[in-house]
């Protein structure tokens, strides 16, 4: 399984990379597009299934489908920069700020995880004492025999309702779009 999961992070660097190197738009939504569909089998591999259909309904078909519709309206390629970038002035100062902000992010998620427990570890405080609560007393407090139902359905309720909110949210603004952007036609 975890060499799944090293081809998986493999194929989103390549996608990742070819995504920002390419010239045309189309080409970079597309890539867009398959980087959240290989996002979503990462979730289905991690067994977060409810995770995995709406990264691929949002992430792969709405937003696709939004980029493609702005892209209607924007130049399809990217102009080429009329200046020369040397070596020494690479950067300007808005792009070393967003530089060194993202470096901080990454250097302060990456030391927030060092003191997380092992993955799998069975003595971890998920492991040891919800997951026994919410196989104990899933049925008794939700009716449900499927447990991932009790999570999601009960326990979860609010949050699956938010997932389920912003994803028809989503869908309702596409299709509003697409009807104006009709109707501007005519």
Same mark, same amino acid.
């Given at each position: 399984m975890i060499a799944v999961d090293f081809l998986l992070l493999l194929l989103l660097v390549i996608i990742a990379v070819a995504a920002i190197s390419a010239k045309d738009i189309l080409t970079s939504i597309m890539l867009l597009g398959s980087y959240s569909l290989v996002i979503a089998m990462e979730w289905m591999l991690l067994n977060a299934v409810d995770v995995a259909f709406t990264e691929a309904a949002v992430g792969a #078909?709405?937003?696709t489908i939004l980029m493609i519709a702005v892209l209607t309206r924007v130049p399809r %390629?990217?102009?080429e920069l009329t200046e020369q970038r040397h070596f020494f002035n690479l950067f300007n100062r808005s792009e070393l700020l967003a530089l060194a902000t993202v470096v901080l992010? #990454? *250097?302060? !998620?990456i030391s927030g995880t060092w003191d997380m427990p092992a993955f799998g570890d069975p003595n971890s405080p998920a492991n040891?004492?919800?997951s026994p609560e919410y196989i104990e007393r899933s049925y008794p407090q939700t009716g449900s025999h499927n447990i991932v139902t009790a999570v999601l359905a009960s326990y979860r309720g609010y949050d699956t309702l938010g997932e389920t909110t /912003? /994803? %028809?949210?989503a869908a309702v603004c596409? *299709?509003? !779009?697409?009807r104006s952007y009709k109707n501007n036609e005519r």
């Open positions: #078909g709405i937003s %390629f990217e102009k992010t #990454g *250097v302060l !998620l040891s004492y919800l /912003v /994803v %028809f949210t596409l *299709v509003l !779009l697409i």
